[in-house]
């Protein structure tokens, strides 16, 4: 990766945000909650994953940079929607923690060397996880969920498709903080 | 540990951060980045570290309740106040992370029932941590740093000129 990459993605990482908020603006309570089906994720969900996913990439971030080649442990999405109760909670405490987790983070992201740049750890799952691996899927990942946010709301007035199929569907087109 | 314990002590978590910020009400720009002696943090560096501490306080409860008995990392916050800067960054984002991040944990405090209460895991120094172990832990934190930014404000007040 250059460095005009790394700076493209990291303009990218902080402006995650602004595109979650902008796609939650005006949403009724009715709309936070609506899901295409049963099992899929609600808009309210999809807050509190993006926040439990970025303060989980906000650490990782941090102990890459500080520990000798640090064991990442996995991230079950699907365990802490059900286990964390997204669908009760407020959104907007959520909210204010990621940005302040990106805006912190970034300030990181701003100041690294050359030697921070070939830190890497090992994922659980996923094996060789390095920084670069760390921009590349948080500078996408609230963005993702943005857009996802929008379809949801274009779907349930039937202005598009559910996006985003439940289980079985296409994963891939869904980023997933593993 | 009692149902009025726990109450009593995530009632003070709650209440920490507004007093980080009695604590820091009125700082000078040159007092907030005072060092009391070489090695010691400013209040700047206090605030920093609470963002930091906080992030990763909230991530060691959210991993207690969804993983089987996991391993928590223990880090060196030393190595984080020089390797992350804590002296030149701005402080605003760091206030702002201390307290988001202490309101979603808070939220999940609030519904943990009593088997939520007894999961545990291991912290890689300090060995077995347990849900309850980590609100003792967090109850105190914030009051334990407004403390120090306290005296470090009392310290600038009597600095030699």
Redesign the interface.
Known sequence: MTGAERAALIARYRLGHGALVAALAGATAAELDWRPTPEAWSARDVVHHVEDAELTGAVRLRRLLTEDAPSIPAFDEEVYRERLAYATRPIEPALDAIRAAHVTTAELLDGLTADDWARAGTHSDEGPYSIERWLAFHAAHTQEHAAQIRQLRLARVGAAPPPFEPSGGAPELRPALR | MTPTERKTLIATYKAGYDEVVRALAGVAADERDWRPAPGEWSAREVVHHL??SE??A??RL??L???DR??I?G??EA??AR???YQE??WE??L??F???R??TA??LD?MTEADWQRSGTHTESGPYSAEGWLRIYADHAYVHAEQIRKNRAGWADRPR
């Open positions: 963002a930091d992030t990763i909230g991530i959210r991993r309740l969804i993983e996991p391993v990392q880090y060196d190595d984080y390797r992350f800067r960054r701005p984002p760091a702002r992370a307290e988001a991040a309101a979603t939220q999940l519904s």
